[in-house]
């Protein structure tokens, strides 16, 4: 180095220079590269945004799908994680109804939301689920007969299959008691049609209601009752059924079957003027116009409020705090009430008016109603338990000629529901459209309670119900029989095993001891001596035994127990010494 030159020199220090700028030179390429690509994706996006807002009048079926929120159970975790970027790539929110407002008119009337969670009916598309297909449906050989023009009220034919085939009619009801399954009570009849012999059956249990009838052709001899539970439901297997004796308990168990019916409804209405696009516009409203009351008339009668006798649907009628008048209608053999958003009360300087949305928002169906064509959409109004809308848009209002257009839409968990709509879906004013709406009113809010929220709620419900109702045919069939509520308790594996013997063995031991103490007393006057313990050991399992020989008597022998009572002199008085000599053996 120290004959180097200085050109060398100048050279050797400057290596590194080199390796840095070419560092740098890759790292901004790469920078470079990154910003074309975000740039053309959102070039892209723009143009695919551009092409949805020039098709916003499309149907459902030609959007864009939203991504999965969950995996399929087959897939791995890597493709799925990878099939979902690539759907978030392609995948492009519904445009925003500002932005098909801006572009103008005609427009749908219902346009679903940005992000989605809806569905809207289809008129057009001949696959559209009808009434008979939805997760409700009437009986065709009873329930509800169809109303004059033809549409069907929706409800689950097995709720009212007991009262039909069962109540006032010879048949028998069994009971019992399983850890899997919980609680069961099965409803058995034998029937004969047209030379046939049937068995019809009903085997409700916390989770749902099977009904059914099976043919007795080729069987020698009736099945067993856990046979023939195990007919409708496969987890029914190796339990004990227990008869119910209670001449009452049919009263108790038509009144569990048909907790499910309902016979009153509320409904909101709501009146969407030009334009109104948001949820304090729709509240807003005060005055009603010709062609909004026209169509309140066609709904129901304008009742007053105060000391109204009906279904009140949740407004005041005594001191007139909800508004002094509401539209009411009995529709076959059902009462509703409409909560109109224009006549509840308007409270000045409140932009979100909440006294007419505690009563709206917390109906489960509401009508809305549009004067002139301006799209809804149906998260425009913040609510937990508004789940369906149905649309109602008119023409040619007050005069002979006026038509309705109809559209429907509810939150992609709820099952579709009937009456379909037709194709068109225009509607002259009249009767007809009278009973299709209100048949759809009331369908839509049955097939509502089977959405994830009200499923949920439901089925708490239905389980409390069932237990209660068990432990009541339990109790009632024991006191029938002479029994404490506690002497014979099931052993289908929550009410028996070896956890409940021990606890029957540590009562009785316990009942053992005060009875030797209380025993010692007498014989020494008072004092417990030291030696009482060995006495205890020694005697309290004789009693044991004996006790539970009273009770093994009792429920399998019924009078071999008292027998035993009589031969050790504690029955003395007849039956009007009964309930002594039940405490006596306890």
């Not at 180095?1 to 290596?15: D, F, L, V």
């Not at 085939?165 to 850890?179: I, P, R």
């Not at 009278?434 to 959405?451: D, G, H, P, Q, V």
Request: proline share 5%.
């Amino acid at each position: 180095q120290s004959h180097s030159t200085p050109w060398q020199r100048a050279a050797t220090m400057s290596e590194p220079e080199p390796a840095s700028r070419v560092h740098s030179k890759k790292a901004g390429i790469r920078a470079a590269v990154i910003l074309i690509g975000l740039l053309h994706k959102s070039r892209r996006q723009k143009e695919r945004k551009q092409e949805l807002l020039t098709i916003s009048n499309a149907s459902v079926g030609e959007r864009p799908p939203s991504p999965p929120r969950t995996a399929p159970p087959t897939m791995k975790s890597a493709e799925f994680f990878d099939m979902l970027e690539r759907m978030q790539d392609d995948y492009i929110p519904y445009p925003r109804i500002e932005e098909i407002v801006e572009k103008g008119g005609p427009y749908s009337l219902v346009i679903l939301p940005q992000f989605g969670g809806y569905w809207i009916e289809d008129a057009e598309n001949v696959g559209t689920p009808t009434s008979s297909d939805s997760s409700y449906y009437e009986e065709e050989d009873g329930g509800l007969s169809p109303g004059t023009f033809g549409y069907k009220l929706e409800c689950n034919g097995t709720v009212r299959a007991y009262r039909k085939h069962f109540l006032g009619k010879e048949h028998l009801n069994f009971y019992c008691t399983t850890n899997s399954l919980g609680n069961l009570i099965l409803s058995l009849k034998y029937e004969e049609a047209e030379g046939q012999e049937y068995l019809r059956i009903i085997l409700r249990s916390r989770t749902k209601t099977l009904h059914d009838r099976i043919s007795l052709a080729g069987l020698s001899k009736l099945p067993s009752v856990p046979q023939i539970a195990k007919l409708l439901c496969d987890d029914v297997t190796g339990l004990k059924f227990y008869p119910v004796l209670y001449p009452r308990a049919s009263q108790l168990i038509v009144t569990y079957d048909e907790h499910e019916v309902n016979n009153t409804f509320k409904f909101g209405v709501i009146y969407q003027k030009f334009g109104q696009i948001s949820e304090e516009d729709l509240f807003g409203n005060n005055e009603e116009s010709p062609a909004f009351t026209e169509f309140l008339n066609l709904l129901g009668d304008k009742i007053e409020l105060l000391d109204f006798k009906g279904f009140r649907g949740g407004l005041d009628v005594a001191h007139g705090q909800t508004g002094t008048d509401s539209v009411y209608t009995v529709f076959r053999e059902k009462e509703i009430m409409f909560h109109v958003s224009t006549k509840l009360p308007y409270t000045e300087g409140d932009p979100q008016q909440l006294q007419r949305k505690r009563h709206i928002g917390n109906d489960i169906v509401a009508a809305i109603f549009q004067e002139e064509n301006t799209p809804f959409v149906p998260d425009m109004i913040a609510s937990n338990f508004l789940h369906a809308y149905i649309v109602v848009q008119v023409e040619n209002a007050c005069t002979d000629h006026t038509t309705y257009k109809v559209s429907v839409t509810a939150r992609e968990d709820v099952p579709s529901f009937g009456p379909p709509l037709p194709n068109p879906a225009v509607f002259k004013k009249g009767p007809e459209f009278r009973e299709f709406l209100l048949t759809k009113l009331i369908n839509a809010e049955n097939a509502c309670y089977k959405s994830d929220k009200f499923a949920r709620l439901e089925g708490r419900t239905r389980a409390a119900l069932l237990d209660n109702l068990h432990d009541e045919l339990h109790r009632q069939t024991q006191a029938m029989l002479g029994l404490g509520s506690d002497d014979d308790k099931m052993e289908n594996g929550s009410h028996g095993g070896l956890l409940e013997s021990f606890k029957r063995a540590m009562r009785v031991r316990s009942h053992s001891m005060e009875t030797m103490v209380g025993a010692h007393k007498k014989q020494h006057g008072g004092g417990v001596p030291g030696s009482l313990s060995g006495v205890i050991s020694q005697s309290s399992t004789e009693c044991t035994k004996s006790t539970f020989t009273v009770r093994e008597g009792e429920r399998h022998r019924g009078g071999g127990g008292r027998e035993w009572e009589r031969k050790r002199g504690r029955r003395k008085g007849g039956c009007g010494r009964g309930a002594e000599g039940e405490a006596d053996a306890e």
